[in-house]
Nanobody
Framework: QVQLVESGGGLVQAGGSLRLSCAASGSIFSINAMGWYRQAPGKQRELVALFTNGGSTNYADSVKGRFTISRDNTKNTVYLQMNSLKPEDTAVYYC????????WGQGTQVTISS
């Protein structure tokens, strides 16, 4: 079992920045991928950024150059630095970890005003 707790969402104006955090606990030794997805109202959940097995990263095309995923292994925490935010980035952001099974955080709301 893996538990994920997100923090850092909020309301910012377009062009602003936010940093999301996701702290993992439990069977963290079994995690082989970890990152962020988001779901906007009426849309499917989509990948935002992900550390994959081996340490490489995947980003959605829509966030490349604006968002950066990073991690602190000493804190078992993954971060998502979001810059140059746009109204279309408004969504609930979910932390995800794959550890044989997939695990999701509770989600954190990010709202970008125009």
């Amino acid at each position: 079992q893996v538990q994920l707790v997100e923090s850092g969402g909020g309301l910012v104006q377009a062009g602003g920045s936010l940093r999301l955090s996701c702290a993992a606990s439990g069977s963290i030794f079994s995690i082989n991928a970890m990152g962020w997805y988001r779901q906007a109202p009426g849309k499917q959940r989509e990948l935002v950024a992900l550390f994959t097995n081996g340490g490489s990263t995947n980003y959605a095309d829509s966030v490349k150059g604006r968002f950066t995923i990073s991690r602190d292994n000493t804190k078992n925490t993954v971060y998502l630095q979001m810059n140059s935010l746009k109204p279309e980035d408004t969504a609930v952001y979910y932390c995800y970890a794959n550890a044989i099974l997939g695990y999701w955080g509770q989600g954190t709301q990010v709202t970008i005003s125009s």
